[in-house]
């Protein structure tokens, strides 16, 4: 069992070409620092490339690499892109060390590109010698642009991958993001994963308890009216738990609208009838959903009210529900455990799939 220390690997800087070369002496390096009294052995399950948007951004992806690669060892490749003019390439090799029990060291391999948007045509051909032909690739996409909105950027480095996960929350433009990529996924065939998916779990489980026929009964068939209240950045957050509450209970998009940048409101057919969605976003606060209320009609008329609090408990609200109490922890794992636990999973999840396909009907019926 490793430790959760990291040995810090001077990195060194490299020309393009000589990248593999630079690895191989990094290697040397390591088992000569070691004098072959514990060991060095190469901890490696999975290629994963992480692509950034700034300077900035990948100072802060990097901090969390060398937890991320005692979680699922991987060769790392950092992308970053420039905004200085120049047009060269830069590259710097280092690796990630940590002792396992007995002191023998075990390292995960660190490549860091940094490149001007005018040599991203070039990434394809610079990244895919390097890559373990054995292993799985995956792209973290950590830029806060939508993935296809991100022109060749993208296209590159998905055509190189297996899998491919990114955060929808924190988007500048969130509507159109959401539609953009929703038709992506839904295109897709391979594994795709949002982080956003794995945060509304606590949402999804906390519904799927108190809306049970058995506590709730009626109550699912004849929802009337859903209204969600979100903090800034996380309407994506709040269309996908839509879509998933939508995908479990047959729910069609029908006609939608966006007001004045802070609201959303959609009609679907349910059963026959009309039922009413509204999402609402709160001027401050976290990007995250911190309410959803729901009415419904039929021979067990009733209300709920779900709400998230700053104690991170995900609980009724026992004024505003006729069900009765419950609670449960709502705290969100660390994001590179949630990574890391992605590249260990390399399946489709279909519950997210039919999710997506209502969020992208949901985008298609907006201005009906």
Known sequence: MAKATDTPVPSLHVDVADIEKALNRLWDTLHADDEGEVGVTRACMSNLIIACQSEA??????????????LHPARVFLLTELTRND?????????????????????????????????????????????????????????????????????????????????SVGWPNPAEGVRLMARWVSSEQRPVFNLAWRYLKPWRRILAQVMDPQVAPGALENIQQITLTHGPHALPLSWLLVGWLASRLGWKPHKGKLQSGNKAQWVFKANGKDMQVEIIRLDEGSPQVYRLEMKWLGPNPGHAAFVYGDDEWLSLDAEHSTLPPAEIHARQPQKEAMIAAQLAHRAKDRLFQQAVGVVQKMGDVLGK
């Open 57 to 70: 951004q990948a100072m802060d992806v990097a901090a969390g690499i060398p937890q991320l690669v005692e």
């Open 87 to 167: 047009l060269s390439i830069d590259v710097q090799v280092s690796a990630h060390c940590r002792r396992a029990d007995g002191g023998k060291q075990l390292c995960s391999e660190h490549v860091d590109i940094r490149f001007h948007p005018e040599r991203v045509d070039r990434l394809g051909s610079v990244l895919r010698p390097l890559l373990i032909g054995d292993l799985p690739t995956a792209l973290w996409w950590a830029s806060n642009q939508p993935p296809p909105a991100s022109g060749d950027y993208f296209a590159t480095l998905a055509d190189l991958s297996d899998q491919v996960i990114y955060n």
